[in-house]
């Protein structure tokens, strides 16, 4: 034990020296002064998309990249794009891909390719398809799973060993993609909850998040944001879930970005910061 211990000391310390420090965001308190605008104009933004969501203007043909980051130490990044609107099983969806991978640095310890995707229904925000492609060091998994509205049912399939199996979902239900998607939607107050089902690994989680009070973030080469600061819990068949590991920060405007992201794991934290916003053609 003592000889993994000190392995693993040395060799973060060795890409902590090779690889350099990511440059993260800096939060601040919400005044009056922090801008970039008053706090009564925020809400009345915030107030005014919520009325008429430009779900085009969000969803459609746009990449957002995330630097991801070990206490500080740059490990890889996550790159979200959104597609087309395509036709799927007769609805009209958006198409979602989530890749998260590795630098060259961690991937000499610790390889990590993961892909997501998602299609998100136009009119309701819930899921019609979600797919799972994930190699982590040794572990893979690869799954899709299928929402049927009409039979209350999501069909996971196994693309690894050929098995199906099924599970009761509800009318509302999300995927993890899709559960971002329509909080970027949702009218939010201070200081209240936001809920939503979510479908994963064969199990509805209801997942709530307080609305926390405004703070500014600072994103480097992007500037400054007011944001809500949600810290997300997740509980299924009476189990809590991660509790109090992790919180997120959405931008307090019109377009409601993902903007940083904290997770608290055994060894520090990892983030993801927003680095960039691109539309793709």
């Known amino acids: 034990m003592r000889k993994l211990k000190f392995y693993l000391v040395f060799t973060l310390s060795a890409l902590f020296l090779v690889s350099g420090c990511a440059r993260g965001a800096k939060v601040t308190k919400f005044t009056p002064l922090s801008g970039p605008i008053p706090k009564d104009g925020v809400m009345e933004m915030v107030a005014a998309a919520q009325a ?3 779900y085009e203007e969000r969803f459609v043909r746009k990449r957002y990249v995330y630097i991801m980051a070990w206490n500080g130490i740059n490990v890889g990044r ?5 597609g087309d609107i395509i ?21 000499k310890i610790f390889r990590v390719e993961d892909t997501f995707i998602s299609y998100v ?3 309701t925000l819930t899921s019609r398809y ?17 929402y049927d509205f009409d039979s209350l049912q999501a069909i996971y399939s196994n693309l690894k060993d050929g098995s199906v199996k099924r599970c009761k979902i509800y009318k509302d239900v999300h995927d993890p993609l899709s559960a971002v998607c329509r909080f970027m939607t949702m009218p939010v107050k201070l200081n209240e909850k936001a809920v939503l089902i979510v479908n994963l690994n064969e199990k509805n989680f209801e997942v709530s998040g307080r609305v926390d009070d405004l703070e500014v973030i600072k994103l480097p080469g992007l500037g400054s944001f007011p944001a809500f600061k949600i810290r997300p819990e997740a509980m299924a068949e009476g189990q809590t879930y991660d509790k109090g590991k992790g919180y997120l920060y959405f931008s307090a405007d019109k ?27």
């Open 130 to 146: 979600f797919e799972a492609d994930r190699k982590e060091g040794n572990y893979r998994k690869h799954l899709v799973v299928e």
């Open 87 to 107: 036709e799927y099983r007769g609805r009209q969806v958006f198409t979602v891909k989530l890749v998260t991978e590795s630098n060259k640095f961690l991937s």
């Open 52 to 54: 008429k969501p430009d």
């Open 255 to 281: 377009d409601r970005y993902p903007l940083y992201g904290v997770v608290q794991i055994p060894f520090g934290k990892v983030t993801a910061t927003l680095h960039s916003i691109d539309y793709v053609r």
């Open 121 to 123: 229904d136009t009119e």
């Open 78 to 82: 996550i790159i979200a794009e959104f």
